[in-house]
């Protein structure tokens, strides 16, 4: 009998059978790109017509960051710019009492965070060729800081918000599943959004206390977010942490095992699930992660882009029976590779889920600005032809 897209994603992650292998990619920075260019087609805008943009691929549609057909409301657990109100799955949360203040000049966007009489800026810049912004100035350098983040950290209150969750999912059906996002986990959060790599690298060197305390800190404060997260309609969710082993593998044991071993027990305890966006190098660190109880290693980006062969990627991990997700570099949906390239990499891809089903074939990581569609409809073509009626 043949299952839905929604079907077998649950079937997967709840350890039963599939009968295919499901293919999908993450279509929202491509998305945003048109968006931002004035060349979306209007089929294709608002909620519907990204179900509809998914459909026309033959991509499972599994995640989505900012509604766009909204204004722009509230905070983004992904902190990236996204047109329209983000997308935080079954949370809202905001840092109540602190004054964030936002001024844009030009292509640069100034964040502002006041607390007392200090004040810590967070500066990105717009890249026009790329679509994204990036980062020029982290808001905390210092570490004698810390505890001014402490402190901010302590007025983050986050609320129930059930509405865009339930709406998504009802809207997109048996087509797929709004996956929903966790708050970033705390050694994420220092790198990605407050301190940097470099800044927190000297940090933990110079000062591993400031940066433990900082660490419990915002540990205690998920706690919030996860007894909604818990109580949520929501199945499945996802540490939206962007790991990669090229800048974790050494901090990963001391600052976030302990935390994923006890978010991935508190969740499993409710029927919960989670994958582990890991969209870097994976070599000696996938492992690591594994380790932890996780369900699923997401984005995973092999070679010829990354440091592991797609056929490596279970031994890397050390586990028969986590999920594998990705396979497929999204750059080679652009100029850069042939066509041929990819039905060789989507074959790879087909030969490991053969191995063991236990693997979805995934874009690593999203698909880019300049990628030629027709490129993951063929995709979606090679893959339609793997399928199995025995479950």
Avoid at 122 to 131: A, E, G, I
Avoid at 263 to 269: A, D, K, V
């Amino acid at each position: 009998m043949e299952l839905s897209n929604r079907e077998n994603l649950l079937n997967i992650f709840r350890g039963k059978p599939t009968n295919r292998i499901l293919w999908i990619a993450d279509l929202t920075y491509w998305r945003d790109s048109q968006i931002m260019k004035g060349t979306l087609p209007d089929e294709y805008l608002g909620i519907d017509g990204f179900l509809k943009l998914h459909k026309d691929l033959g991509v499972v549609p599994y995640y989505i960051y900012a509604l766009d057909e909204e204004k722009p409301d509230g905070m983004s657990v992904h902190q990236i710019g996204s047109p329209g109100r983000p997308y935080n799955g079954v949370f809202r949360y905001s840092f109540e009492g602190v004054d964030i203040e936002t001024i844009r000049n030009g292509d640069t966007i100034e964040t502002i965070f006041h607390y007392k009489e200090k004040t810590f800026v967070q500066k990105k810049v717009y890249l026009p060729q790329s679509f994204c912004y990036a980062f020029i100035q982290y808001p905390f350098q210092k570490i004698e800081d810390l505890r001014y983040l402490r402190k901010i950290y302590e007025k983050c209150i986050f609320r129930p918000h059930y509405s865009d969750y339930l709406d998504i999912a009802e809207k997109w059906g048996d087509e797929g599943i709004p996956i929903a996002p966790l708050p970033r986990s705390p050694l994420s959060a220092l790198i990605v959004d407050w301190m940097g790599i470099e800044a927190f690298s000297y940090g933990q060197m110079d000062d591993p206390d400031e940066i433990q305390k900082t660490i419990d800190c915002i540990d205690e404060v998920n706690d919030q977010a996860f007894q909604i997260i818990i109580q949520s309609p929501a199945e499945i969710f996802h540490f939206c942490d962007n790991l990669s082993g090229a800048n974790y593998s050494s901090f990963f044991p001391r600052y976030a095992a302990d935390y994923y071993i006890r978010r991935f027990l508190q969740l499993h305890q409710d029927g919960k699930k989670a994958a582990v966006h890991i969209d870097g190098s994976c070599k000696g660190f996938l492992h690591q992660v594994a380790e932890t109880g996780a369900d699923a290693l997401e984005a995973l980006t092999p070679d010829p882009v990354g440091d592991v062969l797609v056929e490596d990627l279970r031994k890397e991990s050390q586990s028969e029976n986590i999920i594998l997700w990705g396979g497929i570099p999204a750059v080679m949906f652009t100029p850069f590779f042939t066509q041929k390239d990819l039905i060789k990499q989507t074959n790879r891809v087909i030969e490991q889920w053969q191995r063991n089903p236990r693997f979805i074939a995934g874009s690593a990581d999203q698909i880019p600005p300049d990628a030629d569609l027709d490129s993951l409809r063929l995709v979606s073509e090679l893959l339609n032809h793997e399928r199995r009626f025995d479950s």
